[in-house]
């Protein structure tokens, strides 16, 4: 039987309430990005979208750093919807940055993994400036960006830049993400912007890539997402086996709600991921 692709990935139709969901998420960064310790809008590059925000614990010296990557099928959203990721992270003195990139159509595929990777190395070398321990960076993204996680990952950091170490990044935490491309060129509203060719998505599946350490990766999808976010998952798995520490189940979570779960202390999905962020 055919799979309707248009379907497995549409979770805007997949979700009641959709776009509440989106806008309380919006109206809960407003209310506190101002309010957390660290800077906001922080230049990492020239274009007005290659922005990120960092906030550090206070009173922590040389916390690890979680890099956070938000989705929206590279196609919508901003950081300013999703600091309130940070807090619960930073009350376990961990430091957060969120990264913002340009979107698609106006910004392709291959320069949003660009913009990412200079995020990545431009935190790494303002370390000392920031406060942040170098040797703990652990990077991690939901949907788009858990795609952008894993192309994170498969960065060979030494031959970017020689001043980066090739082992830049702890470890990853992919939330339902896209590791083959393949099967969104089914998908009329994303293939529209992002023109999946069979060179793109060979050069920009993580599936077929290969991670450049052995730094860690864990992983989760919820339970109500549908097959193919599913699927997409267990290829990472079996793809990346040789960095793949594991699943974590979160079986009454949909695509919107993993996410959430990510900032939910009492959640496994939270109390993994702080485990794999402070590892030595």
């Given at each position: 039987m055919k799979v309707d692709f248009a379907a497995e990935y549409d979770v805007r139709a997949q979700i009641p309430?959709?776009?509440?969901?989106?806008?309380?998420?919006?109206?809960?960064?407003?209310a506190v990005q101002h309010q957390l310790p660290g800077r906001v809008d922080i230049a990492y590059g020239d274009s007005p979208d290659e922005t990120l925000d960092y906030f550090s614990p206070t009173g922590v010296i040389k916390p690890p750093l979680l890099v956070f990557l938000h989705g929206g099928f590279w196609r919508k959203l901003h950081k300013d919807d999703?600091?309130?990721?940070?807090?619960?992270?930073?009350e376990e003195g961990v430091a957060v940055?969120?990264?913002?990139?340009?979107?698609?159509?106006?910004?392709?595929l291959e320069t949003i993994v660009e913009?990412?990777?200079?995020?990545?190395?431009?935190?790494?070398?303002h370390a000392d400036e920031l406060g942040f321990d170098t040797d703990r960076i652990t990077?991690?993204?939901?949907?788009?960006?858990?795609?952008?996680?894993c192309m994170a990952m498969?960065?060979?950091?030494?031959?970017r830049d020689s001043r980066l170490p090739a082992d830049l990044l702890a470890?990853?935490?992919?939330?339902?993400?896209?590791?083959?491309?393949?099967?969104?060129?089914?998908?009329?509203?994303?293939e529209n912007d992002l023109?999946?060719?069979?060179?793109?998505?060979?050069?920009?599946?993580?599936?077929?890539?290969?991670?450049?350490?052995?730094?860690?990766?864990?992983?989760?999808?919820?339970?109500?997402?549908?097959n193919e976010f599913k699927r997409q998952r267990q290829i990472l798995a079996e793809s990346w086996s040789g960095v793949w520490k594991g699943a974590v189940d979160m079986p009454d979570r949909d695509h919107l709600t993993l996410c959430e779960a990510f900032a939910e202390p009492e959640t496994e999905l939270f109390v993994r991921s702080l485990a794999l962020i402070k590892q030595p």
């Open positions: 309430g959709f776009e509440q969901v989106i806008n309380s998420w919006t109206a809960r960064s407003q999703f600091t309130w990721i940070a807090p619960p992270y930073l940055a969120v990264i913002n990139y340009g979107l698609a159509p106006a910004t392709n913009q990412i990777r200079k995020s990545i190395a431009w935190l790494y070398l990077v991690s993204g939901h949907s788009a960006g858990g795609h952008l996680t498969a960065t060979d950091w030494v031959a470890a990853g935490i992919a939330l339902s993400p896209v590791v083959d491309l393949t099967p969104l060129k089914e998908v009329p509203m994303l023109h999946f060719t069979p060179e793109r998505i060979a050069t920009l599946s993580p599936s077929k890539l290969h991670p450049t350490t052995a730094a860690p990766v864990i992983g989760s999808v919820g339970g109500l997402e549908s």
